[in-house]
């Protein structure tokens, strides 16, 4: 192979490396191109996104404020309980001392 064959074999592999490159290149920019209406729809979803998230976030707040204000109210209720259960217990023991004080009087008169 003399100097010009190898000048021209040099030139063409470069020219098909040129011409290879090109077309993975505009390849490339091809399915990367993305459409406005898809960018509308990303911007869309997006949005929508946002909003659920908003709701969820206000739905969270009130189921804690909701289990905030049953808690405290479980919590009152159960202390009435226990004042009543308190109450009644008092109220057996006297009607109990009262029975035994009246069956003292019947048996003495």
Request: proline content about 0%; some cysteine.
């Amino acid at each position: 192979m003399n100097r010009t064959e190898f000048v021209i074999a040099t030139a063409v592999i470069l020219f098909v490396a040129f011409c290879m490159g090109w077309f993975a290149n505009w390849l490339v920019h091809r399915f990367k191109r993305v459409a406005q209406a898809d960018v509308d729809q990303l911007e869309k979803m997006s949005r929508e996104l946002h909003e659920a998230e908003e709701t969820r976030d206000q739905a969270i707040t009130y189921l804690q404020q909701r289990e905030a204000e049953l808690t405290n109210q479980l919590a009152q209720t159960e202390a009435e309980l226990s004042a009543a259960m308190e109450g009644l217990r008092e109220a057996r023991h006297e009607a109990e001392d009262l029975r035994g004080m009246l069956e003292r009087k019947k048996g003495l008169a």
